[in-house]
């Protein structure tokens, strides 16, 4: 009576989860509720490869609909996330909003979600940082990255070295690497031949260390 109890129980919470997913990706998008019903077949066949909950599927999709992207390129980021996740040993949403800060960050647009997806994994494999730890902290940086110029490929390198060599909360690392690339954005041209006045703030810094 108890394993009965509680597969209804689950079987419940599994069926609100999902309802609430399939309402808010009406709410947020122009389809109308039978249109949204009809996606469910989509999540069912995501489930079925990736092994991740149909409701964690659809929670993930309404974060792409809420991005005002269209239902195919929702369901291929959605596809991508599901994927990633299984990869990553992470949760469908958590990885939504890394895949969704690598995308943006770098502005590579929702056909380059595989290759962020693709990278991470390559570079996770040859360090002893996890794609998700990798994905956190990138995830801090991603647009800072991409205007000071550095390459996404780089940007990751430099995002598992520091991981593997300081063993830091990928969050601390992440956050440190926004700010370094702040403050490099202050740099300010100019040459100064004339006398000794500081050109920008880097300068100023430098000479406070006696450099």
């Not at 792409?64 to 990869?87: N, P, R």
């Not at 890394?98 to 991470?120: C, H, M, P, S, Y």
């Not at 403050?183 to 000479?207: C, F, H, P, S, Y």
């Amino acid at each position: 009576i108890r394993a009965v109890k509680k597969l209804i129980r689950e079987a419940f919470d599994f069926y609100k989860s999902l309802d609430r997913a399939l309402t808010e990706i009406t709410i947020v998008s122009d389809m109308s509720r039978s249109q949204v019903q009809e996606l469910t077949q989509e999540f069912i066949k995501l489930s079925a490869q990736t092994g991740m909950a149909i409701d964690d599927i659809a929670q993930a999709s309404v974060i792409f609909f809420q991005q005002g992207l269209s239902t195919k390129e929702v369901m291929e980021m959605t596809e991508v996330t599901a994927q990633f996740a299984k990869v990553a040993g992470s949760t469908v949403e958590k990885a939504a909003d890394q895949l969704t800060a690598a995308v943006n960050g770098f502005q590579v647009g929702v056909e380059g979600a595989i290759d962020v997806a693709d990278k991470l994994n390559a570079v996770a494999a040859k360090s002893a940082a996890s794609i998700d730890e990798i994905a956190t902290a990138m995830s801090k940086a991603a647009s800072q990255a991409n205007q000071a110029g550095l390459s996404m490929d780089k940007f990751y390198a430099i995002l598992a070295t520091m991981e593997e060599v300081t063993r830091e909360a990928p969050e601390n690392i992440g956050t440190s690497m926004k700010t370094i690339m702040a403050r490099m954005q202050q740099i300010k041209e100019g040459n100064n031949t004339e006398d000794e006045t500081d050109v920008n703030d880097v300068e100023t810094a430098l000479k406070t260390v006696g450099i």
